[in-house]
C-alpha cells in the first residue's frame, strides 16, 4: 500500500479489494430499515433514513472533538516540525495590526 500511496485509483481498488467489492452490476438493496422503532420498507423512506443518518453524523462526531487550550507563551513544544508553535485568531488579528504602513514592496 506504500507504494501506491499517492495514487486514488489504486487506493479506491485497494478499499474495493479489502471489502471484496467486486465490480458486477449486481448489487444488494436494502429491502427493510428500522428507524427509531419504525420499519421501513419503501424506497424512498429508507433513502431518506440514510441521507438523515450520514449528512448529520459528521457533525455529530465533530462537536465530540474537545477544543485545545488558548496558547500560552511558554508551552513546549516540539523541536522536529516545521510549526513553531500554534496560532489563534487572535494572534494573527494582533500581528497584523503590527505591520507598518506604506511599507510595502510594489
Known sequence: MQKQAFSLKALWSY???ICN????KSQTAVQQLEK???RLERKKE?????NDYFSGVGQE????IEQPDEYKENDCFLDDTIFPHPTNE????????EFKERKSVG
Open 36 to 38: 427509531n422503532g419504525h
Open 90 to 97: 487572535m494572534e494573527v488579528k494582533r500581528n497584523i495590526g
Open 61 to 64: 462526531y465533530a462537536d465530540k
Open 15 to 17: 478499499v474495493n479489494d
Open 21 to 24: 467489492n467486486n465490480n458486477s
Open 46 to 50: 429508507i433513502a431518506q433514513a440514510f
